[in-house]
């Protein structure tokens, strides 16, 4: 069984950082790409930032220069580090993962629970 565990979701002022955290755990054999999507009330949810398993990364438009994704392959777990928040950010934040459970399976997606972040002072 693979989870996705989010966390450092929270309320922030304008302006403020949080850093946003997702482990993969269960029996897989390779960690392909991870991202992060958002959902604000009433809107579609939106990619946010994606990172290959080699490590090539990509950030929205959006937050481009104050959004940066990352991962740690030893610890299947990737990052999203946001800073100068605005209220515009407040969504829920939600985690992808595709994974290869075998050598020889197909790439399976999987999606973690969602961490709410709000931005409001």
């Known amino acids: 069984q693979v989870r996705l565990v989010e966390s450092g979701g929270g309320l922030v002022q304008p302006g403020g950082s949080l850093r946003l955290s997702c482990a993969v755990s269960?029996?897989?054999?390779?960690?392909?790409?991870m991202g992060w999507y958002r959902q604000a009330p009433g809107k579609q949810r939106e990619l946010v930032a994606a990172?290959?398993?080699?490590?090539?990364?990509d950030v929205a438009d959006s937050v481009k220069g104050r959004f940066t994704i990352s991962r740690d392959n030893a610890k299947n777990t990737v990052y999203l580090q946001m800073i100068d928040l605005t209220p515009e950010d407040t969504a829920v934040y939600y985690c992808?993962?595709?994974?290869?459970?075998?050598?020889?399976?197909?790439?399976?997606?999987?999606w973690g629970q969602g961490t709410q972040v709000t931005v409001s002072s």
């Open positions: 269960g029996s897989i054999f390779r960690l392909n790409a």
């Open positions: 990172t290959t398993g080699g490590g090539i990364t």
């Open positions: 992808n993962a595709r994974v290869l459970i075998t050598l020889l399976g197909r790439e399976l997606t999987y």
